[in-house]
C-alpha cells in the first residue's frame, strides 16, 4: 500500500488528475500521446492505465478491473489469505482515498479481460464524439469528414465485436491485458511479456520487473540500485507557446532578460516569442518582472531618434540593415503592447507605467502620419492610447505639445489611411468622453468638420459609426449642439443623418399587402348575344294554366324565376306577374292570393326570405331570386321601319340590311314630304333621295368603335345592381374600383445601432433647434415671494454678454428650425419599430408643419 501510495503522489506531482465536468467528454482523454502530456487531467480509465503501468514498473502484480462507474486497479499482496488484494483509485481526490479494501462483492472486483476493457474505452470514445461541445472542435470536423467521404457505416459496440477486435489484433490488447507471472524460486517471481510481445519488444525489459516484497518493492520504486533500467528521459516540448521555462514568472525570466540585454539575436529571439504570445488571453505582462520597461525600450529610441533616421533618401535607396533592425523591434515592441492593452490588467499595467504617457506624446507629435514608414508605427500607439484614453484627464493649462487632442484632429482631418482615421476618431472620441475634457470643445472643430464629411460613406460601417459616435459627443454637450446649430452644413447633416436612417431601415421591413375591393361583378361590354327576360311560350302556357293550383303555381316560378342569391323582386312585382300571366285562365282555375303566392316562392326557392326594408315608404321585397333570362342574338341589324313592325328577322351586317330597306324605299310612293318610319324616328325628308340617306344614320357599323388602350371589355356593375349591359350607363349606380389594393411597408425588427444613433442625435439637435418655444419666462415673479439670487440686469459687461449670447443662440435655433422644416418629407418615411423612438419621429414631423411656423 505504501508503494501505491507514494505511485498516487508521483502522478499528483506530475500534473496527473481528474478532468473536470465540461472537460470530462474531450476526444483528447482516451488517447496516449495526449493524457500523457496535454491532457494530465483526464478520465479514469486512462488514470489507471498509467497508474498500473507504473506499478508494473516497480514490480507490483496488478491488473485492471471493469468496476462499475469508475475503472479500478487490482493489485496482489501474494498472502494465501482470502483477501489476498486490495484496490486502488488513481482518480481519488485525496490520497487517502486512493486505497480501497475489497469490501465489495468478488464479482465486481475480477481482474478485466482485454474485451471488457476495449469494449468501455470503445463507448467512452463513441460518447465523447456525439458530445456537443466537442462538434465544432477540429478532431471532430475531420472525423465526420472522413466518415461523410469514407462512407463509414455505424455499427453497436458489442462484447462479441470487442472480442472479435483482440482475436484480430492481438498486439493491441496488451494495452490493457496483464503479463504473465512466473516463480522462479519460492521467495521471489519475474514478471515476464508473452511470446508475442518478445517478437515485437525482443529487447525490452519494461516489464521485467522484480517482484519481491513490499520493503523491497519500495526500495525498488525509490531506485536504491540497478535492479531495473533507467526509464528514458522525456524529450522537452520545444514548440512555442510550450517552452516552459521560457514563460516562468521569475525575475530571471529569460525572455525578458534577453529583451533588456541589448544583444539584437537575444531581442529578435525574445520578441519573436512575445508576438505570439501576445495572441494568448492569458498574456500578463506582470507576469514577467521587468518585461513592460524592455518592450518600451525600442519604440521610445524609434519616436525619439530613430525616426529621424527614415529620410526622403531611404524611400529612393535601401536604408541600412541595422536601422531595419532596430525599426522592427520598435514595431514589434509596440505590436505586443497593442495586444497586451486590450486586457483590462494589462492596461491597468500600462495606465500606471511611467513611460506610457511620453511615449504616446512623443509618438503623436514627432512621427509624421503623411509617410508610409511611420503609419505602423502611429497606428500601434494610437491603439494603445484608445483603451487609455477615457481615464485621462487633460487641464486646460497644458501646452499644445503635451496635449494628444491637437495631432489627433490633424490625424482624422488630413489623413488618407482610413485605419489612421478611425483610430484617431476613437480616441478622441474616449478623450471627450470624459465630463472633465469638456472644456476642450473648442479645439475640435477640424475633427468635427471631418466627421460630416465622412459621413455619407454609407458602406463602410466602421468608419460611419465612429464618425457618428465623435458627432454624438459634440451635440451631447449643450454649448456645442448650440454651435452647431450655426454650422453652415448643418442642413446637410440632418439629411444625411435622415437617409442613413432610411438606408438602413430596409433591411428591417417587410411588405404588408391588403385587398379592400368591395363586392361587385362584371359583364363583357359588346357581346354578340342579349339578355331579356324569358317569355313562356304559348304551348306550355295554355298546358299550364288547366293546372290545378298549387302546382301551377310552383311549375310557373320554375319556369319564370331563378334564383339568386344577390337579387331581389318586389313582392308586388310577382304577385303582378302572376296575376298577368293567369288571368286569362280564371274561369278554369281560380287565382290564388297575394300571400299565398309570396308563401309558395320559399317553396320552390329554399334560398330565398321575404323581407321588409325600412325606408318611407317601406319596402316589400322577396330577396335571392329574379326574373328568368334568355340569351337571343344582337338585334343591331334588325330592321325597324315601320315602326318595328317589320317581320324579318335580323341581319348579320349593315349592307344586309340597307338592301331590306331600300326594298322599303322603293315601294313608298312619292311624296312632297316623306317621314321616317325608322322605330321612333320623327325626321321628315323633302324627298326620297334624302330620306335614303338619311336612313344610313339609323344602321349600325360593321365594326366595334376603336377603345383606349387603358379600357377594359368589361363592365363593373355594384353589388345588387342586375341591369342588362345595354343599358343607359348614367343611370347605373357608381361601380367600386375593380382593384383596390394597400401596400405599405411595416418594420418587423429594430434598426442597426448606426441608425439608433443617428436618431438620438436627431432628437437632441431637434430638442436643442426648439428649445425656446419650451423655456418658460424668466421674471422675478417665478420666486413667488421667496428670497433668492436675481441676476443683476444693470452691470453693463454681463448686459452685452448675456445679449450676444441670446442674439447668437436665437439665430442657431432660427436656422435649426428652417433645416428641420427642410427634411420634413423624408421624417415621415422613417418608421421605427419601437413606440417611444417613433414618437420622437412624430414629434419632429408635427412640430415642422409649415403653417405653424
Not at 484496490?87 to 479481460?113: E, K, M, V
Not at 328568368?628 to 318595328?644: D, G, V
Request: charge should be negative; hydrophobic fraction near 40%.
Amino acid at each position: 500500500m505504501q508503494v501505491c501510495r507514494g505511485i498516487y503522489q508521483f502522478m499528483t506531482d506530475e500534473g496527473f488528475s481528474l478532468a473536470p465536468r465540461v472537460h470530462f467528454r474531450s476526444l483528447m482523454n482516451h488517447f496516449p500521446h495526449t493524457y500523457l502530456t496535454t491532457n494530465k487531467s483526464t478520465i479514469p480509465i486512462s488514470l489507471v492505465h498509467v497508474a498500473l503501468h507504473l506499478a508494473r514498473h516497480v514490480g507490483l502484480d496488478v491488473s485492471p478491473v471493469n468496476f462499475p462507474g469508475t475503472v479500478l486497479g487490482r493489485v496482489e499482496t501474494g498472502d494465501a489469505q482470502p483477501d489476498h488484494f486490495f484496490l486502488i483509485n488513481p482518480s481519488a481526490p485525496d490520497i487517502n482515498d486512493s486505497i480501497l479494501l475489497p469490501n465489495f462483492g468478488p464479482t465486481l472486483t475480477l481482474p478485466g479481460d482485454a474485451e471488457q476493457l476495449i469494449l468501455r474505452a470503445s463507448r467512452n470514445v463513441e460518447a465523447s464524439l456525439v458530445e456537443k461541445t466537442n462538434q465544432t472542435r477540429e478532431f471532430a470536423s475531420a472525423a465526420a469528414s472522413y466518415v461523410a467521404q469514407e462512407h463509414v457505416q455505424k455499427i453497436a459496440l458489442t462484447a462479441d465485436l470487442a472480442k472479435s477486435f483482440v482475436t484480430n489484433n492481438s498486439l493491441m490488447s496488451v494495452y490493457f491485458s496483464d503479463v504473465q507471472l512466473v516463480t522462479e524460486d519460492n521467495d521471489r517471481g519475474v514478471f515476464k511479456p508473452s511470446a508475442d510481445l518478445k517478437q515485437v519488444y525482443p529487447d525490452d525489459e519494461w516489464y521485467a520487473a522484480r517482484r519481491a516484497t513490499p520493503q523491497q518493492a519500495v526500495n525498488y520504486f525509490y531506485r536504491p540500485g540497478g535492479t531495473a533500467p533507467t526509464p528514458q528521459r522525456p524529450v522537452a516540448d520545444v514548440r512555442d507557446d510550450y517552452e516552459r521555462w521560457y514563460t516562468e514568472a521569475i525575475p530571471n525570466n529569460r525572455m525578458s532578460l534577453s529583451l533588456r540585454s541589448g544583444i539584437l539575436s537575444e531581442v529578435a529571439w525574445a520578441l519573436d516569442r512575445l508576438c505570439r504570445l501576445a495572441h494568448n488571453d492569458h498574456f500578463s505582462f506582470k507576469a514577467y518582472p521587468g518585461l513592460i520597461d524592455g518592450l518600451f525600450d525600442w519604440p521610445e529610441w524609434y519616436v525619439n531618434e530613430g525616426y529621424k533616421e527614415a529620410t526622403d533618401e531611404q524611400e529612393l535607396f535601401s536604408p541600412s540593415r541595422d536601422f531595419v533592425a532596430k525599426q522592427r523591434y520598435a514595431l514589434e515592441s509596440l505590436f505586443i503592447l497593442k495586444n497586451g492593452a486590450l486586457q483590462e490588467a494589462n492596461a491597468q499595467e500600462l495606465q500606471n507605467h511611467s513611460h506610457t504617457l511620453s511615449l504616446i506624446l512623443n509618438g503623436l507629435h514627432n512621427l509624421d502620419f503623411n509617410k508610409d514608414q511611420h503609419q505602423e508605427a502611429l497606428l500601434h500607439i494610437i491603439d494603445i492610447f484608445h483603451g487609455l484614453a477615457p481615464n485621462l484627464l487633460i487641464n486646460e493649462s497644458v501646452p499644445d505639445c503635451s496635449n494628444p487632442i491637437i495631432p489627433l484632429k490633424r490625424i482624422v482631418f488630413e489623413s488618407k489611411n482610413r485605419s489612421l482615421i478611425i483610430g484617431g476618431f476613437n480616441s478622441l472620441n474616449g478623450i471627450l468622453s470624459h465630463p472633465g475634457n469638456a472644456l476642450h470643445f473648442s479645439r475640435t472643430s477640424e475633427s468635427l468638420n471631418a466627421a460630416i464629411r465622412y459621413l455619407p460613406l454609407f458602406m463602410d460601417k466602421q468608419l460611419l459609426e465612429s464618425a457618428l459616435e465623435h458627432i454624438y459627443i459634440h451635440v451631447a454637450h449643450s454649448a456645442t449642439a448650440r454651435a452647431l446649430l450655426l454650422h453652415p452644413q448643418f442642413a446637410s447633416l440632418l439629411k444625411v443623418l435622415c437617409s442613413l436612417i432610411l438606408s438602413e431601415q430596409q433591411s428591417t421591413e417587410e411588405k404588408v399587402t391588403m385587398d379592400i375591393t368591395p363586392p361587385h361583378r362584371t359583364a363583357p361590354a359588346t357581346t354578340a348575344m342579349t339578355a331579356r327576360n324569358y317569355e313562356i311560350p304559348a304551348e306550355e302556357l295554355n298546358a299550364l294554366g288547366n293546372s290545378n293550383e298549387p302546382h301551377r303555381c310552383y311549375e310557373w316560378m320554375r319556369l319564370g324565376l331563378s334564383a339568386n342569391k344577390d337579387a331581389e323582386i318586389t313582392q308586388v312585382d310577382i304577385w303582378n306577374l302572376y296575376k298577368e300571366t293567369f288571368t286569362p285562365y280564371q274561369d278554369q282555375v281560380a287565382l290564388l292570393g297575394a300571400s299565398d303566392v309570396i308563401k309558395y316562392v320559399t317553396h320552390v326557392f329554399p334560398t330565398a326570405q321575404a323581407m321588409v326594408l325600412p325606408g318611407t315608404p317601406n319596402r316589400f321585397i322577396v330577396r335571392g331570386i329574379e326574373r328568368r333570362q334568355e340569351l337571343i342574338p344582337n338585334e343591331r341589324f334588325k330592321c325597324l321601319w315601320n315602326r318595328s313592325s317589320c317581320p324579318q328577322p335580323p341581319f348579320t351586317s349593315p349592307s344586309e340590311l340597307f338592301d331590306h330597306l331600300s326594298e322599303h324605299l322603293a315601294a313608298l310612293q312619292p311624296s312632297p314630304n316623306e317621314p321616317c318610319v325608322w322605330a321612333t324616328c320623327s325626321h321628315t325628308c323633302a324627298e326620297p333621295q334624302h330620306l335614303r340617306s338619311h336612313l344610313l344614320t339609323h344602321l349600325s357599323s360593321s365594326q366595334p368603335l376603336q377603345k383606349h388602350p387603358s379600357q377594359s371589355d368589361t363592365i363593373t356593375y355594384a353589388s345588387g345592381y342586375h341591369d342588362a349591359p345595354g343599358a343607359l350607363p348614367t343611370m347605373r349606380p357608381i361601380p367600386p374600383a375593380r382593384n383596390t389594393v394597400i401596400s405599405y411597408e411595416k418594420p418587423i425588427k429594430d434598426p442597426s445601432s448606426l441608425a439608433l444613433t443617428a436618431v438620438l442625435i436627431l432628437r437632441v439637435l431637434f430638442r436643442t433647434a426648439f428649445a425656446s418655444a419650451e423655456a418658460a419666462p424668466k421674471a422675478d415673479a417665478d420666486h413667488f415671494g421667496f428670497p433668492g439670487a436675481i441676476d443683476d440686469a444693470n452691470d453693463p459687461a454681463n448686459a452685452d454678454a448675456q445679449a450676444t449670447d441670446e442674439e447668437s443662440d436665437k439665430e442657431g435655433e432660427r436656422r435649426g428650425r428652417k433645416a428641420f422644416v427642410g427634411v420634413r418629407n423624408i421624417l415621415e418615411n422613417i418608421r421605427l419599430r419601437d413606440e417611444a423612438l417613433m414618437s420622437w419621429i412624430t414629434e419632429m414631423v408635427d412640430a415642422t408643419i409649415p403653417d405653424l411656423h
